[in-house]
């Protein structure tokens, strides 16, 4: 029986369940779109929890930009903030006293003790062990023979108290079947009778993650390889609880170019600042979906569709994978390559110039006004574009009306050369021949064309020159296309401007 059969679809429940302690690290999106995705493919429920039991670290705020980067990712979930669900609370606060009654429970099934060793007695025991040099330095289980009605009464006299959870004796290694990595084998005896419950009352994350894990349904772990580690304690509290583990997919974590654990000493961490720095979030998917994992050796684009089809465990990989900038880039000038003028418009070219107070309205309505100008101006800014925010440089020339802004350098090294003068003469005299309904790219470089031969002058210069007079520098899209663009009016008036600083 495979994952993807019918027979077991509707049980796979996995959750994504970030701490709001910060931004939603890139990291954390690749976790998140690993269980998305494994959620679509096998036609279960993906839900997102808040692990918000640090009040100090976590804020509200933090939980919004997390939900915002997550809805822009496109990753949207089927239980939790602001979709509800039957399997709530959603935030971990909010699950103080469901932890409060396990912890009750177990300890009335003898699964879990009252501790009352002071810091000062751990730490006497530890130094103890170490002199004795004993291998095992951790809990030496001190509280664990306490009569339980001694300590119960101990607790109402209000001692100050931790909860340990016992590890059963003769537990054996404890062997984490995992997906990504195979059998990870931990010694149950190192474990520790570790705390659930800290002395001020509040559980720890080993403990609440497996309450949450197991009263919420969750099949599926999937998460970050640095959890690896904590897992062999949780499967102890899975057993303490006596409900099945789940399956247990950690997957490795991403690096820098150096090898390292990337952080903000690589550059940017947070799916934000790719947001902000105009990445398309497709793209963004694709590519932090394929850190990892890969339907096969070869593919590089992957559609949001298809990874919600295609996913699986067995093909992720357990070893760390490079976050490459060059990578990203590639892919997303992929997904621009493939949009359409149109879309391209929309998503991209229309929404930086609203943004830089170039155009006016909504998206829609400033296509409204003039989808065919969109449309060619898509068409030459797309296959020039990584990053969203560059339209804007490239399109300002044509809301600069007749006095466009010229660029020191390009007049100096352009316009302001013998020949440039006669060049813009014989452009404008061209030009003008064209009627403003015969106003097109066609018509444009038709009239231009025998132009530099007859001036004998090089194309170069001829070029360079009207370029600079009309877009103002000599990096503007192609120059028929511009003056198109541009009408002919504006075309001709910033020709006439220019002519007085023609050499
Ligand atoms: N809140 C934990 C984290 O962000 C969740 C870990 C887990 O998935 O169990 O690291």
Redesign the pocket.
């Known amino acids: 029986m495979t994952l993807n059969s019918p027979d077991i679809a509707d049980t796979v429940r996995v ?5 709001p302690t910060g931004k939603l690290h890139v990291g ?1 999106a690749r ?1 998140a779109i690993y269980n998305w995705a494994f959620a679509r493919a096998n036609h279960g429920s993906f839900i997102l929890r808040i ?1 918000d039991t640090d009040p100090a670290r976590s804020t509200e705020e933090n939980t919004q930009v997390i939900l915002r980067a997550l809805r822009w990712l496109g990753l949207d979930w089927d239980e939790g903030p602001e979709v509800g669900g039957d399997w709530g609370p959603y935030w971990q606060a909010r699950r103080l006293d469901i932890y409060r009654d396990v912890a009750r429970r177990l300890i009335r099934e003898g699964r879990a003790y009252y501790c009352f060793c002071t810091p000062e007695r751990l730490a006497a025991d530890r130094k103890a062990a170490e002199e004795r040099h004993d291998p095992f330095q951790g809990y030496q289980r001190t509280c664990r023979s306490i009569d339980p009605a001694e300590a119960q009464r101990r607790v109402d006299a209000g001692e100050p108290h931790t909860i340990r959870i016992k590890v059963p004796d003769g537990r054996g290694d404890v062997v984490i079947r995992d997906v990504v990595h195979g059998d990870v084998t931990f010694n149950a005896r190192e474990l520790d009778d570790f705390i659930i419950v800290r002395t001020d009352g509040t559980p720890t ?1 080993n403990f609440t ?1 497996v309450v949450d ?1 197991a009263t919420m349904g969750i099949t599926h ?1 999937i ?2 390889d ?2 690896l580690s ?1 897992t062999p304690r949780q499967v102890i509290v899975y057993e303490a609880m006596g409900v099945p583990t789940p399956t247990f997919a950690h997957i490795s974590m991403i690096l820098g170019p150096d090898g390292k654990k990337l952080s903000k000493r690589h550059g940017a961490t947070s799916v934000e600042e790719y947001r902000d720095r105009g990445y398309d979030a497709d793209a963004f998917v694709n590519y932090l979906a394929l850190l990892g994992w890969a339907p096969d050796g070869t593919t590089t684009i992957v559609s949001r569709d298809a990874l919600a089809r295609e996913f699986s465990l067995d093909r992720v990989s357990k070893n760390p994978a490079t976050f490459d900038v060059k990578k990203l880039d590639w892919i997303q000038g992929q997904y621009l390559q493939a949009m359409s003028n149109e879309m391209f418009s929309k998503r991209v070219l229309i929404p930086e110039l609203i943004r830089a107070g170039l155009e006016e309205g909504s998206v829609e309505e400033a296509y409204a006004r003039r989808p065919s100008w969109f449309g060619l101006l898509a068409s030459l800014l797309r296959p020039r574009t990584t990053l969203a925010p560059e339209v804007v440089a490239k399109a300002r020339f044509l809301y600069e009306g007749n006095n466009v802004t010229l660029d020191e350098k390009s007049v100096k090294k352009n316009l302001a050369k013998e020949g440039a003068r006669a060049s813009l003469e014989a452009a404008r005299e061209a030009l003008t021949s064209i009627t403003t309904g015969a106003w097109t790219t066609a018509a444009i470089d038709a009239a231009l064309e025998p132009l530099p031969e007859r001036l004998d002058t090089s194309k170069r210069a001829f070029y360079g020159a009207l370029r600079v007079a009309v877009c103002g520098n000599a990096v503007s899209p192609p120059l028929g296309e511009s003056l198109e663009l541009l009408g002919r009016d504006t075309t001709l008036a910033r020709l006439a401007r220019a002519l007085p600083l023609a050499g």
Do not use: I, Q
């Open positions: 959750r994504f369940a970030p701490s954390g976790t692990d994350y993650t894990d772990v998460r970050g640095d959890h904590n």
